[in-house]
């Protein structure tokens, strides 16, 4: 069974459009967060929620908006796409916040604006 | 901003040598994970070392601390073509950064056979 699952794997859109990202983890973790990953591999944090509570949220422009359900699900919603925003998202969870845990990752999501 | 700074930025050997990869960082930290991603997946954490610790191993993986000189190395013994990787080292810092992972930008490793 994987651990942190993210769908879709791939996703090409065209400036302008709206998408969302789900992301679903197994573990029983009360962590998650979303990463953006650039072209050059560099990997930077976008939101982490604790039990469904928001608790770092950086400098993300706001059409990026994050729903978490459920501990379980953190999904990502994309307004008004930019060529910008093509990078790799990943999703991650772990035991608890504050970053004193490892934490689990899932396989990522190539979002490709044209 | 970045926090880490991993060293090399690519690192090539043959498969059975050690691969030594360094990682440098700006402020106090709570602990420092290493991770590693394989070309198209996510990432993986290979050892958390906490900030009290200087020295951990994880089967082939030998990862020391040095918190006086903020630094890090991360050593790979008898590499394997299966190592090829890019490894990250990851601080979890909560004076400035808040508390989240900060990662580096990478070391990639090719192990050739």
């Known amino acids: 069974d994987t651990a942190v699952s993210q769908t879709p794997k791939y996703l090409v859109t065209q400036m302008g459009n709206d998408k969302s990202i789900k992301c679903e983890q197994n573990?029983?973790?009360?962590?998650m967060y979303w990463y953006k990953q650039d072209s050059k591999k560099f990997l930077k944090i976008m939101f982490s929620?604790?039990?469904?509570?928001?608790?770092i949220n950086e400098t993300v422009p706001n059409r990026f908006s994050p729903k978490s359900p459920d501990k379980a699900h953190l999904n990502l919603h994309i307004n008004s796409l930019e060529l910008g925003d093509s990078a790799v998202y990943f999703c991650?969870?772990?035991?608890?916040?504050?970053?004193?845990?490892?934490?689990?990752f899932g396989p990522g999501t190539r979002l490709t604006v044209t | 901003s970045q926090q880490g700074e991993e060293d090399p930025q690519a690192l090539s050997i043959q498969e059975g040598e050690n691969a030594t990869m360094n990682c440098s960082y700006k402020?106090?930290?709570?602990?420092l994970q290493w991770y590693r991603q394989n070309s198209g997946r996510g990432l993986v954490h290979l050892i958390l070392?906490?900030?009290?610790?200087r020295e951990k191993h994880s089967g082939r993986l030998r990862v020391t601390l040095d918190t006086s000189k903020k630094s890090s190395s991360l050593l790979i013994t008898a590499s394997r073509a299966a190592d090829t990787a890019s490894y990250f080292c990851?601080?979890?810092?909560?004076?400035?950064?808040?508390?989240?992972?900060?990662f580096g930008a990478g070391t990639i490793l090719r192990v050739k056979s």
């Open positions: 929620y604790n039990n469904k509570e928001l608790i």
């Open positions: 070392i906490r900030s009290n610790e």
């Open positions: 991650a969870s772990s035991q608890a916040g504050q970053a004193y845990y490892e934490q689990y």
């Open positions: 402020t106090s930290i709570n602990n």
């Open positions: 990851a601080t979890a810092s909560q004076m400035e950064y808040g508390n989240k992972l900060v």
């Open positions: 573990l029983g973790h009360d962590t």
